[in-house]
């Protein structure tokens, strides 16, 4: 009896304490008659759990990074969401389509369970008896692996995921888990892919051909300078559902481009970056030789410095392009300031403009003579200015840019504008002025 004595674990003589308040088992009290759940219609018992777990109604097409719903933790609200799956049939079946509609795998716990689980596995890695040592790093690609293998046992399951959110060291280190897993959701409409996919790495080659093949419904894609192959198989009626496309540093023919883009009919939203042999042409039309430059949405081009106002304005001379676009983002272009009223007034459904560029000079006297602003749609405006740091002087060339848009706004020209943002701490005060006079005619011509 002595020598089974040592052999006892010391922790079971210990006094266990009292027990942590966020584990502690909350009273349930007793309850009598009829559950009136039963009575609630799916959509109201949906509503409640959409409460419980709310990263579920995560319908975004942003990684997991930048796609987070809710302060609380993500991890303990599944598990609340899975736990009230097991009450009835019921909700069962309405936890189930929320379970898997927006699958997304977290790495921690970002509550204080994270530091109760990490000293379970540090005491469990130092026992006699444990034959695994899981690191805290492998555990999200665990649950890839355990996803993956739910989804090609039970094709029910499967076809109910349209959202994969990952980690993103998740899906940089386990591409195969990744694939196995896309390979069985034919409604998958986005996953977090990894950074290798968007420029052509060859380690992501078995990733594409699953998702191209089993995962017709793809809605957002990036391609990047690597791509060009990969993009060119768009013309060959792959993921024609497509509603985001991204494109940047890519070398590859106008012609290319504009047949790629004429295969997507419900693209929607398109940005183009860092793509200097881009210029006005892309949007002129060629009947019966190349597919016009499709309707949009949303237009974002960054660092095209060959796209000019003419340009644009060609695009909305089409009525189709004019009445849908209603997002436009002019980044490092060579789209001038003073150009813009050019085709602001004839994109009447802009709701949004955002332009950012460095001033190198001023405006000079022709501020007030230039026209303003003009739009009775646009509600967003972000008019980001700066002035190049080689200029040198008590005056910054952004100032005048600012003085324009100051004179806009005194002239009523943007109505319906209600958000406003820019780079100078001093607009608020420059608006309290009051609007400056137009310049006498006899006193232009004389300065020129």
């Known amino acids: 009896m002595g020598l089974l004595k040592h052999f006892r674990s010391k922790s079971h003589l210990r006094d266990p304490g009292p027990k942590s308040p966020d584990r502690a088992i909350p009273y349930m009290p007793a309850r009598y008659g009829r559950d009136f759940t039963t009575r609630l219609p799916d959509t109201i018992l949906e509503r409640i759990f959409t409460y419980v777990c709310p990263h579920t109604i995560d319908e975004t097409y942003e990684p997991s990074e930048r796609s987070q719903i809710g302060d609380g933790c993500m991890l303990c609200d599944l598990r609340g969401l899975a736990h009230s799956a097991q009450v009835s049939r019921k909700w069962y079946r309405v936890a189930q389509k929320l379970l898997y509609t927006s699958v997304r795998i977290d790495a921690v716990h970002y509550c204080a369970l994270e530091e109760e689980l990490a000293e379970r596995r540090r005491k469990a890695a130092k026992h006699f008896r444990s034959k695994s040592n899981v690191e805290a790093g492998e555990v999200p690609n665990i649950r890839l692996s355990l996803l993956a293998r739910t989804v090609r046992e039970s094709a029910?399951?499967?076809?109910?995921?349209?959202?994969?959110?990952?980690?993103?060291?998740?899906?940089?280190?386990?591409?195969?888990?990744?694939?196995?897993?896309?390979?069985?959701?034919?409604?998958?409409?986005?996953?977090?892919?990894?950074?290798?996919?968007?420029?052509?790495?060859?380690?992501?080659?078995?990733?594409?051909?699953?998702?191209?093949?089993?995962?017709?419904?793809?809605?957002?894609?990036?391609?990047?300078?690597?791509?060009?192959?990969?993009?060119?198989?768009?013309?060959?009626?792959?993921?024609?559902?497509?509603?985001?496309?991204?494109?940047?540093?890519?070398?590859?023919?106008?012609?290319?481009?504009?047949?790629?883009?004429?295969?997507?009919?419900?693209?929607?939203?398109?940005?183009?970056?860092?793509?200097?042999?881009?210029?006005?042409?892309?949007?002129?039309?060629?009947?019966?030789?190349?597919?016009?430059?499709?309707?949009?949405?949303?237009?974002?081009?960054?660092?095209?410095?060959?796209?000019?106002?003419?340009?644009?304005?060609?695009?909305?001379?089409?009525?189709?392009?004019?009445?849908?676009?209603?997002?436009?983002?002019?980044?490092?272009?060579?789209?001038?300031?003073?150009d813009i009223h050019t085709f602001l007034w004839s994109a009447s459904s802009l709701a949004e403009l955002s332009i950012s560029a460095i001033a190198h000079k001023s405006l000079g006297l022709a501020t007030t003579d230039l026209q303003p602003l003009t739009s009775i749609s646009l509600h967003t405006l972000h008019y980001e200015i700066t002035s190049s740091e080689d200029v040198h002087g008590l005056q910054k060339p952004a100032e005048s840019y600012y003085a324009y848009l100051a004179n806009s706004l005194h002239s009523n020209s943007l109505p319906g504008l209600t958000t406003l943002y820019v780079r100078d701490p001093q607009f608020p005060e420059l608006l309290l002025l009051p609007p400056m006079p137009p310049l006498p005619a006899s006193h232009t011509g004389s300065s020129s």
């Open 156 to 338: 029910t399951l499967a076809s109910q995921v349209l959202f994969l959110k990952v980690p993103y060291m998740t899906r940089e280190t386990s591409k195969g888990d990744l694939a196995r897993a896309v390979s069985a959701l034919p409604n998958l409409r986005y996953v977090d892919l990894p950074e290798g996919f968007f420029t052509g790495d060859p380690s992501c080659y078995p990733l594409r051909q699953e998702l191209q093949s089993r995962c017709p419904d793809i809605r957002k894609m990036s391609y990047r300078a690597g791509s060009e192959e990969a993009l060119e198989l768009l013309a060959q009626r792959y993921w024609q559902n497509l509603e985001m496309l991204e494109i940047s540093s890519l070398a590859i023919e106008p012609v290319t481009l504009r047949i790629v883009l004429g295969c997507l009919p419900t693209l929607h939203d398109l940005t183009l970056s860092d793509l200097d042999w881009i210029d006005d042409t892309i949007f002129h039309s060629s009947p019966g030789q190349l597919p016009d430059f499709p309707p949009l949405q949303t237009l974002k081009l960054e660092d095209t410095p060959r796209i000019t106002a003419e340009g644009i304005k060609t695009y909305l001379e089409a009525p189709h392009c004019r009445e849908n676009l209603a997002a436009l983002t002019l980044s490092s272009t060579g789209v001038l300031v003073q």
